[in-house]
């Protein structure tokens, strides 16, 4: 079992959409759980991180964590075309590897 | 401004040669990593240091090498021993402080093909 698990789609929805990705990890002693977008030929930038259970929002996009299901997801409101691109998503452990632990990326393309 | 400076942005590299990435960084962080990004995968751990003349292998650390003399440098070098070496290498950077609640800035990445 891969410690980061993504579907690597690609998921599709059109402009305007709520774009939803998931993400499920293995080890229960994971600390922090990052989200990082990434385009074609780029390095990945950081979209935001989440540490507690429960929901973070930033502008349009809202990070959920569920440690006991041990499940990370990612919510783009009102997908944009500029959305369109790979999304990672990587985790800290905290203990033992002190570095991101990433997971294969899904993906998004957002429909015009 | 701070941030992470990879160079070369492309590197072809023939057989049995060994060539250096190199990774600086201005932004005073401890901790430095490599990963490796293959088409259509996610980005896998070759090394990463914690703090100056030290280091700990990744996930793939055969047929890589690194150093870390100075804060502010972490080269890593593909040695002919790495056979398959084509890929994309990003270099990232990390504060130790804190540093499950902070993220990671990546340099812009070096492509290496073997030719």
């Known amino acids: 079992q891969k410690e980061v698990e993504q579907n690597s789609g690609p998921l599709s929805v059109p402009e305007g959409a709520i774009a939803s990705l998931n993400c499920t990890y293995s080890?229960?002693?994971?600390?922090?759980f990052f989200w990082y977008r990434q385009y074609s030929g780029k390095s990945p930038e950081l979209i935001m991180f989440?540490?507690?259970?429960g929901d973070k929002e930033d502008g349009r996009f809202t990070a959920q964590l569920n440690k006991a299901s041990q499940y990370v997801s990612l919510l783009i409101r009102d997908s944009q075309p500029s959305d369109s691109a790979t999304y990672l998503c990587a985790l800290y452990r905290g203990t033992g590897r002190r570095a991101l632990t990433f997971g294969s990326g899904t993906r998004l393309q957002v429909q015009p | 401004d701070g941030g992470i400076t990879q160079s070369p942005k492309y590197l072809f590299r023939k057989e049995g040669q060994n060539v250096t990435l190199s990774c600086e960084q201005n932004l005073n962080h401890d901790a430095m990593y490599w990963y490796r990004q293959d088409p259509g995968q996610g980005l896998r751990l070759i090394y990463y240091s914690q703090i100056v003349n030290d280091f700990q292998k990744g996930d793939i650390a055969e047929g890589y090498s690194v150093s870390r003399e100075k804060k502010e440098s972490f080269p890593l070098t593909v040695t002919s021993a790495q056979k398959n070496p084509t890929a994309f290498y990003l270099c990232?950077?990390?504060?130790?402080?804190?540093?499950?609640?902070?993220?990671?800035?990546f340099g812009q990445g070096t492509r290496l093909t073997v030719v």
């Open positions: 989440i540490y507690s259970n």
């Open positions: 080890d229960r002693g994971s600390q922090s």
């Open positions: 990232a950077s990390k504060p130790v402080l804190g540093t499950a609640n902070t993220e990671a800035f």
